[in-house]
């Protein structure tokens, strides 16, 4: 799943020119849900659409907020920094 703070517009348009759609049936985005990150709310919804335990999911993550969203989570996560 791709669970993004940007909108559900942009996130959908970039998975399509990316050609990566088919690997991320699930999106979720602020409008999903009442708190974005860095509250678990995305990361939560994201684990319960795909069917997932929150502790059996792996969180890719390039900024603060969302790691402490994956913790609150009580997600495992991996910092890969955006930007050099």
Same mark, same amino acid.
């Given at each position: 799943s791709v669970a993004s703070g940007g909108p559900?517009?942009?996130v959908r348009h970039t998975l399509e020119? +990316?050609?990566l759609q088919?690997?991320?049936p699930v999106v979720v985005t602020p409008e999903d849900v009442a708190h974005g990150?860095?509250?678990p709310d995305l990361f939560l919804l994201a684990a319960k659409? +795909?069917?997932v335990p929150p502790e059996r999911c792996l969180v890719v993550e390039d900024a603060e907020p969302g790691?402490?969203?994956a913790k609150a989570a009580g997600m495992?996560?991996?910092r890969?920094?955006?930007r050099g």
């Open positions: 559900r517009d942009i020119l +990316m050609h088919a690997l991320f990150k860095p509250a659409k +795909m069917g790691i402490q969203a495992q996560w991996v890969v920094p955006s």
